[in-house]
Each structure stands twice: as structure tokens, then as C-alpha cells.
């Protein structure tokens, strides 16, 4: 199996045509026609088959949505970022995840009246390599997949790529020079397969995909995010402004739904795993429950490997390979936006340098739902974390 560029590269376009003032008019317009004709719209879940979901299909699993007295749909698959932002901007779906920066570039960079109102988990990422790869230096001439350029992966990878004397490059060259790294779209499905085929040298991505190219034997993990960032947030739950505004109490209700499940998730992380297998009732993800279960409830042994091999640098920190919280610190939003001033980013990214983080910060994240939602379930502390609503962000390659 090899994976098309060109198909990655049409995505790519595709959701940058579609997050312009421009290309947002009509799907903005599509949604303001169908918010009128259904004022009482349910619970409309967008989601791709990644880890980064889980909250969203546990409260769908566990009819939480319902104990709060909602209407839910079965939460509607999608195979790409430009396909959930698509239906979620012309009002398809109304209760998405998304990559924390294309909640940015939506809001910004074409005017999409939403806002981020919940984390949906934390860490979950990694940069797997080929087996023969034992550090970032030896990606100087090769070529790593991302799988947006608005995304957490892109923004940690140029973090470790910088601090390695490594500058990233995209659409030039054949060969980048030795102390380059060619950064290209993929899909994460066709990340493991591009491995596999050494198309490319590593990739960085959500879960479960760097565990299925451990379990396949093509790859390594050579870093996880959350051990560069801590407890940093990938995805986030956006939701529209129109619902947060004119529909509180369902907006309260649904964030609370997520809270509570991202509550249950924490002592229930192989049950969870199953469900959103394969073999679950809802079929959720094509993923097997072993690669999942590697991710959400892994081994003590494992990460002593991973301290040894240096894919886990703090310990210290006590990471979970992915966690869950729900609380979008304003501290990460400030670090985000000026991180994603100094990194590489294809395409019309102009309005990046009139942002001010404090000010996005206020802007694009409504926290009242979530801040009500944690007090139902005894706050920051059954988390595992602090039970305080400001941090320092902690960022250590």
C-alpha cells in the first residue's frame, strides 16, 4: 500500500479554500439557514477515528448526552480535517474536536463565529522514525509527514528540529540538505503504510497510529509531545457561537456530558479502549483494541523501554501517553499563538503576525461551560491535576 500526495496535498487546499473569508461565506451562510429552520437542533458529533475523539464517543457510548436530557445522533465519521471543518462551519454538525490551531486559523483567518469551549485530552501525540533513527539530528536530509500544517504535531516537531540545528523545508528540493527536513502533508492512515515503504522517515501524529507502527514492527517512537509540552493540549471541543449564545443551557448540558466522560475514561481506560475498537458495539474506529489499549492503558514495562530509549526524557513529569482534562488554560493559548508565529506554515498565514495571545486567549476560548461542568465532578483534582485554573506552561526539548 502506498500513499498519494496528491490526495494530501488536495485536503490541504481544500480546507485553506475553505478557511478564507471568501470560501467560509457560503458554509457560514448554509449554517446561519439551517440554525433558523432548527432552533432545537440535537447533539451533531463530528469526529475522526483518532484518539483525540474519545471523549465525545464515551459520552455517545454511555448515553451521558441523554442523562442530561439531550437529543444526540449517532456522532458521524470523518476521514479528513477539511470534511469535519467543512460540515461544522455549514452546520452539518454542531459538536466537533479540533486540531487546537485550526481553531485559530477558523477563527482568524476566516471569521468563523466559534469558540473553543473544553480541552478534549491531553499529550496523545508522537514523532515515530524508522527503527534505525536513535535521534532528531539523523532526520537532517530526510522527509517527516505531518499531518497539518495547523497543528500541534507541526508546531512541537519544528520545536525539536530548532533546537537540533535542523531548519524544516517543504515543496522545494528533491533532497533537502543535510541539515534540513522536508515536512509534507499525510493523512495519518497513510503514515504507517509511508513508513513501512520508507517513502518517508518518520511521522508525527495523534494515536493510535504510532502504536500500530510499533505493533507492525516499521517504527519507533522516538518522542512523545507531552514529553516536550506538558500536559498540552492536541484537539479541543468547538462549538458554535450561535449555541453557546442563544442556546445555554444545551451548550452547558453538552460540555457537561464531556467532563463527566472524560471523569469515567480515567478509571475505566481498557473499557474504553474496547469501545472505540473495532470490535465495539458502534464500531467507532477501525483501530484493534490492542492498539488502543497500548495508547489508553499502557504497561509499567513500557515505559521503562521508553525512558531507556529516551522517547520519555522527564519522568519526572509522570505523563500518560494520553490523558484527559478538560479545563483550556489560558497560559497555553498565549504559548500557542506565539509559537505559531515562528513556525513553518504553508499557505495564507498573514493574519498569524496581528494576533495577540492574551487577547486570543479571552477571545477564542468560552470556559464558563466547562468551569460549571468541573465543579459537578470535584474539580481539577479528579483529573490527577491541580485543582487551580492557571499554570505555567512547561515546554523542555
Known amino acids: 500500500m502506498t500513499q498519494d500526495p496528491l490526495r494530501s496535498r488536495r485536503e490541504f487546499l481544500k480546507l485553506s479554500a475553505l478557511l478564507t473569508a471568501g470560501g467560509a461565506l457560503p458554509l457560514l451562510q448554509s449554517f446561519e439557514a439551517r440554525a433558523a429552520a432548527d432552533a432545537n437542533a440535537p447533539v451533531r458529533i463530528g469526529y475522526l477515528p483518532i484518539t483525540d475523539a474519545t471523549p465525545l464517543l464515551v459520552a455517545h457510548h454511555n448515553k451521558l448526552y441523554e442523562a442530561e436530557g439531550l437529543t444526540v445522533e449517532a456522532p458521524r465519521l470523518f476521514r479528513s480535517w477539511a470534511q469535519l471543518v467543512e460540515a461544522f462551519v455549514s452546520g452539518q454538525v454542531n459538536v466537533v474536536h479540533l486540531l487546537s490551531p485550526i481553531t485559530v486559523w477558523a477563527r482568524y483567518g476566516s471569521k468563523v463565529p466559534a469558540k473553543v469551549v473544553a480541552w478534549n485530552h491531553v499529550g496523545g501525540s508522537a514523532l515515530t522514525v524508522l527503527p534505525e533513527i536513535d ?7 530526510k522527509t517527516v509527514a505531518i499531518p497539518f500544517w495547523y497543528s500541534m504535531h507541526n508546531v512541537v516537531l519544528q520545536q525539536l528540529l530548532t533546537q537540533n540545528g535542523l531548519q524544516a523545508i517543504s515543496g522545494g528540493r528533491a533532497a533537502p540538505r543535510a541539515n534540513e527536513v522536508n515536512l509534507v502533508v499525510m493523512s495519518p492512515a497513510d503514515m504507517t503504510p509511508a513508513l513501512a515503504s520508507r517513502q518517508i522517515a518518520g511521522f508525527i501524529v495523534a494515536e493510535p497510529f504510532n502504536a500500530a507502527a510499533e505493533l507492525l514492527k516499521v517504527g519507533k517512537v ?5 514529553d516536550v509540552w506538558k500536559n498540552h493540549a492536541c ?16 451548550s452547558q448540558k453538552v460540555v457537561t456530558s464531556l ?6 475514561i480515567q478509571d475505566n481506560r481498557g473499557a474504553t479502549a474496547r ?9 467507532y474506529t477501525p483501530h484493534s483494541v490492542e492498539t488502543l489499549s497500548r495508547v489508553l492503558e499502557p504497561n509499567a514495562a513500557q515505559a521503562r ?4 530509549s529516551g522517547a520519555i526524557r522527564h519522568p519526572d513529569w509522570k505523563e500518560e501517553r494520553i ?8 497560559s497555553y493559548t498565549e504559548t500557542l499563538v506565539r509559537m505559531l508565529k515562528t513556525t513553518r506554515i504553508e499557505g495564507n498565514n498573514a493574519f498569524l503576525a496581528g494576533l495577540k495571545p492574551e487577547q486570543v486567549a479571552r477571545d477564542l476560548v468560552d470556559d464558563r461551560f466547562v468551569r460549571q461542568a468541573l465543579r459537578q465532578v470535584g474539580g481539577l483534582k479528579t483529573f490527577g491535576f491541580p485543582d487551580s485554573f492557571t499554570r505555567n506552561e512547561i515546554v523542555s526539548v
Open 222 to 226: 522516538l518522542r512523545f509531545t507531552g
Open 135 to 141: 535521534n532528531i539530528r539523523q532526520l537532517g536530509g
Open 235 to 250: 484537539c479541543v471541543v468547538f462549538m458554535h457561537e450561535r449555541d453557546l449564545n442563544q442556546r445555554p443551557e444545551w
Open 323 to 330: 490523558d484527559f482534562q478538560p479545563y483550556p488554560f489560558p
Open 305 to 308: 523501554q521508553y525512558a531507556a
Open 275 to 283: 469501545l472505540l475498537s473495532r470490535d465495539g458495539p458502534n464500531r
Open 259 to 264: 467532563v463527566k466522560a472524560q471523569a469515567w
